[in-house]
């Protein structure tokens, strides 16, 4: 039986390097772990597709057809489930997006998965082998706080040459934070922890020195973390992670980070006012460490790529100024700004619809890029093109050499780093001129059973639409 597995990209992060396509960012896991996980059945054939590195091949001879969907992609992936429907073959959907809004997702499918998928993946397969295939799946919640028997992800199965960071790795699963506007703590209301010796085993299978591991929170924990990075040091490896800014308060950490292999580290400092941050609930980032945190890190040797969100409720027309300014005093190796996007299912969702400040249900357009509420202290425009003048402006030369002044042999990593973004930045502007592989999504390509319109996007309790002013 021939499973074709998509990862719908929204033109985010990949580029075309001599005809071929690379994403900027690390593989994700998502694919590679359905795949290790359907594998047990030998009579199954995979192919992956993640569409930052490749083109659906939308003739495939599938029997089946799963595809994983973020909010951001969700009208992409809808496009392409009723592509294969069409063609008639079963589509299963699975991912974040599905598991905060189910019944939107079933529109679009045969089969949903809601949650993780280790037990309920193996299952659909096999019902769909004899015929059986059911409506829904859910994965129930673990049973304690440890996530066993994740097998080691088909990394052979996915165009490592597409990636700049092709090996990734899960330790944890979940957040023990609730960051108003934050998906993971929605979906994942646990924080699990893999056994020790099941990471190694995957950090072992890779074929390369490199690897990250992009679970949101995995230091947390510190017991685990110490024991995990411990059990790293004989490997000789380098990798990279996400963390919180909290990860510099603890020596004993730090130093085993260092011990360990780490290079590099992406960490979530959202703002630079304290009041945005405790509003959030990220109340646990103290502006006032932000200096010392850098200090340190660099101290390690660990190169910093700092987020920073633009259009919290305290912002307002000045915080773009202030931030690239703080950004460039702290030196952040490798910096990215958002815009505040309330993912459905969050708290943030439910305060700003209560709110009216909702302007649009296009999931589309909820890739973190465009404005998609109505801000508090500026105008949409305003936000929208602060946000543009706050990449520009940290990613040129002179800037992007000043911060990296005193890197030493990070300094190639981090200029690469800064290309990429600089890069981005021209991307930006570009957004709304995009057109992805299938062609624009209208009425049209979505056949009989129509991709949802605004209206039926819409929340029913919600305000009517607010036009976009630039859009
Ligand atoms: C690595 C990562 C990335 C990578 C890879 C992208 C990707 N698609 O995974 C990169 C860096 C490219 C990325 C980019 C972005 N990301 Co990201 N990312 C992650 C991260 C940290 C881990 C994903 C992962 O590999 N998980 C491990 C795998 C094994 O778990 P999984 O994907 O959930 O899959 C399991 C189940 O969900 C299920 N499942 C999933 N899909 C399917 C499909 C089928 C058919 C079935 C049966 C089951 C199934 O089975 C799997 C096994 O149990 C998650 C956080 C998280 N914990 O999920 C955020 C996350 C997915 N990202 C998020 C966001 C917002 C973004 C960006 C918009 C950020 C930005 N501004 O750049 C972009 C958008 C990318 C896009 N194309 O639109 C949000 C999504 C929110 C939402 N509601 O959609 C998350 C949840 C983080 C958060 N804090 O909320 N991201
Ligand atoms: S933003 Fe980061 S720290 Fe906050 S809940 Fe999400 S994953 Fe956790």
């Not at 075309?16 to 795949?35: C, H, M, N, Q």
């Not at 943030?348 to 202290?377: A, C, N």
Request: hydrophobic share 40%.
């Amino acid at each position: 039986m021939k499973v074709l597995l998509i990862m719908p990209d929204a033109n985010m992060h990949k580029f075309w390097v001599f005809g071929r396509l690379k994403s900027a960012r690390e593989a994700p896991l998502t694919l590679t772990t359905l795949a290790a996980i359907g594998s047990q059945d030998p009579d199954i054939e995979f192919r992956l597709v993640d569409e930052s590195v490749d083109c659906v091949p939308l003739d495939y001879p599938a029997d089946l057809v799963g595809i994983s969907v973020l909010t951001g992609t969700s009208r992409r992936a809808y496009a392409l489930a009723d592509h294969f429907q069409r063609r008639g073959i079963p589509v299963v959907l699975g991912g974040v997006h599905v598991s905060i809004l189910p019944d939107e997702a079933a529109r679009y499918a045969d089969a949903i998965v809601i949650g993780m998928a280790e037990q309920t993946w193996p299952r659909l397969l096999r019902d769909f082998q004899v015929g059986k295939m059911a409506p829904v799946y859910r994965e129930e919640p673990a049973d304690g706080d440890v996530a066993c028997g994740i097998p080691t992800p088909r990394y052979d199965l996915q165009r490592n040459s597409g990636y700049v960071m092709p090996y990734t790795v899960m330790a944890t699963r979940g957040c023990a934070h609730t960051c108003d506007f934050c998906t993971v703590p929605v979906v994942w209301k646990q924080y699990l922890r893999r056994p020790i010796a099941d990471v190694i085993r995957d950090v072992k299978a890779i074929p390369s020195r490199r690897f990250c591991i992009n679970d949101v929170s995995p230091f947390d924990d510190a017991d685990y973390a110490k024991e995990l990075l411990h059990a790293l040091i004989p490997l000789k490896k380098k990798w990279g992670a996400l963390a919180t800014t909290r990860i510099a308060s603890d020596p004993e950490l730090l130093d085993l980070l260092v011990r360990s292999g780490c290079r590099y580290l992406l960490l979530g400092f959202e703002s630079i006012s304290q009041r945005s941050l405790n509003r959030i609930y990220k109340g646990f980032n103290t502006k006032e460490d932000y200096g010392e945190v850098m200090r340190r890190l660099h101290q390690a040797h660990i190169v910093v790529q700092g987020c920073f969100v633009f259009g919290f409720d305290e912002d307002d027309k000045d915080i773009f100024a202030a931030t690239v300014e703080e950004v460039q005093r702290l030196k952040i190796d490798i910096p990215r700004y958002s815009l505040y996007t309330p993912y459905p299912g969050t708290i943030l969702f439910q305060r700003l619809q209560q709110e009216g400040r909702i302007l649009t249900y296009d999931w589309g357009s909820y890739d973190t890029m465009h404005v998609v509420i109505q801000p508090k202290r500026m105008t949409p425009v305003e936000l929208y093109e602060g946000f543009r003048w706050a990449y520009r402006e940290t990613f040129r030369w002179k800037n992007i050499l000043r911060r990296s002044a005193g890197r030493g042999t990070r300094l190639p990593i981090v200029l690469i780093g800064n290309m990429v973004y600089r890069k981005f930045t021209r991307r930006i502007d570009m957004l709304k001129g995009f057109e992805l592989p299938l062609g624009p999504l209208t009425d049209a390509d979505a056949g009989d059973r129509g991709l949802m319109d605004e209206a039926e996007q819409r929340p029913p309790t919600s305000r009517a639409k607010r036009p976009v002013p630039w859009a």
